[in-house]
Each structure stands twice: as C-alpha cells, then as structure tokens.
C-alpha cells in the first residue's frame, strides 16, 4: 500500500507489477473498495502490467488534503482523482478499467483526455451521468432498485448511511449481486473502507448531484460542463455487463454504442452481478490484456 498527494486528495493505492510494464488503472465502485481486484491485479501483473488500484475518494486511508475542499462526489471529481493521480505517479498513458463509480471515472477520463488512454474497459457501458435529463422516469421495474439513490436525497438517508453503513452495503451487495455467495470475511475486508470519515458525504453528495438536486464543487464546473455534452469515447473500449446484475439490468450494448466511435465489444457474462472484478476475474482481467495486446 502506497500514498500519493494528487489533486485535492492524498491518495492511498495498492500497486504490483513491473514498474516498466504497460499501466492499468483498476477502479472500485460503491459500496466496495479495492478488494473488488484481489483476483484480478495479480492476473494482471503475472502478464507483466504495472498494475494500480486506488481506494477512491471517501474510502479507506485516501484523505483530502484541505479540510475546507468540498466532499464532492461528482463524475467530474471522480475523472479528475483519476488524472491527477496518473499526474503524480509520472503516469502518461494507461489503461483505465473499472465499474459502478470507478467505470465512471474511467470512462469521464477516456472521453475527455484520450491522448492518455490506451483503452476502456468499463462495466455496464457508457457511464458518463446525463444530468439534464437525470428526473426522466423510468419504468416501475427499473426504479424499485434504485431505491437506495431516492432514499440518499433525504435527510433521512444521510443519518442512516452515517448509522448503518455495513447494514446498506451488505443488502445493496445481495441485491445487486445474487448469485455470488460472498462470506463475512470477503465483505468485512471491504466494508472497513466505509469507515473513512468522508464517506457518507462523498456519497451522499454523489447520489444528489446526479440527480442535479446538489451543486457541485466550483473548481470541476468546467469539466462537468464539457461532460454535459456527453462526450463521446473515442478509444478502444470493451464494455461488460453481468447476467444477473440486479440493479443495472443487462443489455446487448446497443443503447450505447453511438457513445464509443473507435472499436468497441460489449460481453455479457454469464452468472455475475454487479461487481464484475471480484465475480468473474477472468474474465474482467482477460479484457484488460486485450486491449494490451491489440
């Protein structure tokens, strides 16, 4: 475990590998933390990858450096953790791969500094938010499971994130996942990231401001307004959904392939849910090597 001051953040990230080999950038989503790669970084780095996973913003030892920076948990934030990570690493190009808040990232990222991108991989396709169209209801059956969202704009919500954050992960983690029988050790080794004192209002801010119900930190305003355009991806991307995701329901990838103009496969796999890395490594690390080798 490493720490590293890049950005508003003193980040703190595992690495393995090579330090000459080519740079994967592996990135968590909610309500996980690093561990989503345990089985997916050392496939990586066997293969000679320099391999770097960062506990994002409001998880595990990552801080903010300024007690006054606002706890923002915006895409933009999110995409700009990721740069200026590479910046202080001396990283120029990577590939960046994640899913949930971290596919977000990742894909915030390939769309608007492509020149440091070798290739996406990202779970549940184009991930960039479209917040003007954000109160544009979906169907019933697509709704009752974001309840966790609604329930995170009130009040409400925060105090019970703040009181029963291991009681939230582990349900949203069982809904969202149903066919992964994870046992008490596999998730109390994430969960220990939720005790960062920044993470209810990182996440809490997260779930508002995609809903353009919370504003945003002045400083990214620039680049959420380039995000507002929904850039399009214009690297090589394999985008991944999972058969039994039960919150992002899987789809043939059509929907979003107007979003990725370089070449672009969209796989579903068979068996997994939401967390992709620690469900099928296999299969998310044989992604990464792909675009690699290509």
């Known amino acids: 475990m490493r720490q590293v001051d890049a950005g508003a953040l003193r980040i703190a990230y595992y690495e393995a590998g090579p330090a000459d080999g080519p740079v994967v950038m592996l990135m968590h989503g909610f309500p996980y933390d690093i561990h989503a790669y345990v ?139 149903p066919s992964w029988e994870f046992d008490d050790a596999c998730f109390e080794r994430s969960a220990v990231a939720h005790d960062n004192p920044d993470y209810v209002e990182v996440a809490i801010h997260s779930y508002r401001h995609r809903f353009g119900l919370a504003e945003g930190d002045p400083q990214y305003a620039d680049v959420q307004r380039r995000l507002a355009a929904l850039p399009a991806i214009t690297v090589p991307t394999i985008t991944l959904d999972g058969a039994a995701d039960g919150v992002t329901p899987a789809t043939d990838g059509g929907g979003s392939a107007p979003k990725f103009t370089n070449r672009r496969a969209h ?16 299969a998310f690390a044989a992604a990464v090597m792909e675009l690699i080798k290509a």
Do not use: K
Not at 267 to 282: A, I, M, T
């Open 39 to 177: 089985d997916v970084a050392p496939q990586l780095a066997v293969q000679g990858c320099r391999v770097i996973v960062p506990y994002l913003r409001g998880y595990g030892p990552t801080r903010f450096r300024d007690p006054a920076t606002p706890r923002s948990g915006e895409q933009a934030a999110m995409g700009m953790d990721l740069m200026a990570l590479l910046d202080a690493l001396g990283v120029w190009r990577a590939v960046f791969a994640g899913y949930d808040w971290g596919g977000r990232a990742a894909c915030v990222g390939a769309a608007l500094w492509p020149e440091r991108c070798i290739g996406l991989v990202s779970g549940n396709g184009y991930l960039i938010q479209d917040i003007a169209h954000a109160m544009a209801p979906l169907r019933p059956e697509r709704e009752a499971p974001l309840w966790y969202q609604y329930y995170f704009q009130l009040e409400r919500g925060r105090a019970g994130l703040a009181a029963h954050r291991r009681e939230i992960a582990r349900l949203l983690w069982r809904q969202w996942s």
């Open 267 to 282: 796989r579903v796999l068979p068996g997994v849910g939401h967390n992709l890395p620690q469900e099928d490594p296999q």
